[in-house]
């Protein structure tokens, strides 16, 4: 299970987020990890499977009003929807507004990069990045600066955390 301090501020935002708009990333953990997470707040936890719901992912969100104050969506494997949902997400983002329910998107590191690169207005929309990868080595959250950096800047910082991917330059 996921401790420590990030976990501490996810679970503070969790409760602060019920029954309003927000939308969170959660990276280098697994969606029954949130889930326990989300349930042991009291919360419930709505699982969207985006390999099985891509398609109507923005359509199972705006039925946010036959959900419980204390439901919070959680949505994971992304990717699978990649290209096409990049686009619609990033158009349709403005609808995350009208959804008074928390989003936790559970996501890898390229999928937060490519939806970064992608999808820019949708990721500004989100609250916050958490990276529970990092956490404990009690790293820097270097993640959470990629948005303001140069693209070759994110292929760096991949490459540092992998060290078989081919040199960008």
Same mark, same amino acid.
Request: charged share 30%; proline share 4%.
């Given at each position: ?59 199972? *969100? @705006? ?8 439901? =919070?969506? #959680?949505?994971?494997? /992304?990717?699978? $929807? ?13 609808? *995350? @507004? ?8 559970? =996501?890898? #590191?390229?999928?937060? /990069?490519?939806? $970064? ?26 993640? #959470? ?25």
């Amino acid at each position: 299970m996921i401790s420590g301090r990030l976990s501490k501020e996810l679970r503070n935002e969790l409760r602060l987020a019920k029954g309003k708009n927000s939308l969170i990333f959660a990276l280098g953990t697994s969606h029954s990890e949130i889930t326990r997470l989300i349930e042991s707040l009291g919360l419930e936890a709505y699982e969207i499977d985006l390999r099985v719901e891509g398609r109507r992912f923005l359509k199972i *969100l @705006y039925r946010w009003e036959e959900t419980s104050e204390n439901t =919070v969506y #959680l949505a994971h494997d /992304i990717s699978s $929807q990649f290209p096409w949902i990049l686009v619609y997400i990033n158009l349709h983002r403005d609808l *995350l @507004y009208d959804i008074k329910r928390p989003v936790v998107m559970i =996501v890898s #590191l390229y999928e937060i /990069i490519t939806i $970064q690169k992608n999808a820019p207005d949708f990721y500004r929309f989100r609250s916050r990045t958490y990276d529970f990868s990092d956490e404990e080595a009690g790293s820097s959250p270097e993640l #959470l600066r990629l948005g303001r950096n140069s693209h070759a800047a994110k292929a760096g910082y991949l490459a540092s955390k992998n060290p078989e991917m081919d040199d960008p330059g």
